[in-house]
């Protein structure tokens, strides 16, 4: 069974300043999806960033971005230029690249911005 | 023009009642899910449907039951409500044939279940 692992529960950062989330993962499988997911506190899920696994180059999103090492099965989200509204909990998650299963999450890691 | 909709947003009920969450997706995605969101934010997917077939029952108590009465829409009836069912579900929607967003899961705003 496929698991993800975010070994922060929680992370501060100065506004303006980087942070870096880590998540790793484990799987047996080639074909797979990782995302990063954030819940403000309004609830909703958004999606963040995508990678797929057959892809090396690493996936950005305007101050978003991920390191891939997909030997080490670590995908971690970088945040630059931290802004208020970054504040939320990042939910890393992997999806099998075959069928319809659903995401598999980590525990997610709680992001606090100082200001 | 809501992507993928669920209602209600929160749900006050007793211990025994049964009850339903409706979900509704406008993407045209082949495939939908609920989640479970537990009181420490761990999320656990619950059913996925694909082509009005359950692919995935993970675990679920079998007083849980996904109903899809059409590619559109799945809902979620739960029987015999027990406290430690209260919880946030999410209902969530994706394409999994074809390669455009193949693979990302979009997700409804979430209901907040309380069972007293």
């Known amino acids: 069974a496929q698991t993800v692992t975010q070994s922060q529960p929680e992370m501060s950062v100065q506004e303006a300043e980087t942070v870096t989330l880590s998540c790793t993962y484990d799987t047996s499988e080639s074909d797979y999806y990782l995302f990063w997911y954030k819940q403000p506190p309004s609830r909703q899920m958004i999606l963040v960033i995508r990678q797929e696994a057959y892809k090396q180059q690493n996936a950005t999103e305007n101050r978003f971005s991920v390191n891939f090492q997909k030997a080490a099965k670590s995908f971690s989200l970088k945040i630059s230029d931290s802004q208020l509204g970054d504040a939320a909990m990042y939910f890393c998650a992997y999806r099998r690249g075959g069928g319809a299963d659903g995401l598999t999450f980590g525990k997610g890691t709680h992001l606090i911005i100082q200001p | 023009d809501t992507a993928v909709s669920q209602t209600p947003k929160y749900l006050v009920t007793q211990m025994g009642n049964d009850k339903s969450i409706k979900c509704e997706q406008n993407?045209?995605?082949?495939?939908m899910y609920w989640y479970k969101q537990d009181s420490k934010k761990f999320l656990k997917i619950m059913f996925s449907y694909n082509n009005k077939e359950l692919i995935i029952n993970e675990t679920v108590p079998n007083r849980f039951s996904p109903k899809s009465p059409d590619k559109a829409h799945l809902n979620l009836h739960i029987n015999s409500l027990e406290l430690g069912d209260s919880a946030v579900y999410f209902c969530a929607s994706s394409q999994v044939s074809g390669r455009s967003l193949k693979g990302v899961a979009f997700f409804g705003q979430g209901t907040r279940l309380t069972v007293v």
């Open positions: 993407l045209g995605h082949d495939t």
